[in-house]
Nanobody, 119 residues
């Protein structure tokens, strides 16, 4: 199986940027699609973005479209989520997850990283 560790979260003012990283170990990173998800207090988990083994992406969540960008570097076993023009409503715990199939079930999860956007 693959192990995932997120980093890069923190406190940022509205309009600012953060880049989250998802470092993988264990099985071959390039065998897996990576998804970024988030969950705010009292809300359901939301899928933010997904990227295939070769770097293709599926449509972003409407709430982040045009502001967030998912990417990956298979040589570094790391995926990224670049978040620009952050809004207070982006405040959540962000998780990365892995699946062998882009639209399949994401079975491997990291521990999450907190992102807090102040107004």
């Amino acid at each position: 199986q693959v192990q995932l560790v997120e980093s890069g979260g923190g406190l940022v003012q509205a309009g600012g940027s953060l880049r989250l990283s998802c470092a993988a170990s264990g099985r071959t990173f390039s065998d897996y699609c990576i998804g970024w998800f988030r969950q705010a207090p009292g809300k359901e988990r939301e899928r933010v973005a997904r990227i295939s083994q070769s770097g293709g992406t599926t449509p972003y969540a409407d709430s982040v479209k045009g502001r967030f960008t998912i990417s990956r570097d298979n040589a570094k076993n790391t995926a990224y989520l670049q978040m620009n023009s952050l809004k207070p409503e982006d405040t959540a715990v962000y998780y990365c997850a892995a699946s062998p199939v882009l639209s399949g079930t994401y079975n491997y999860w990291g521990q999450g990283t907190q992102v807090t956007v102040s107004s």
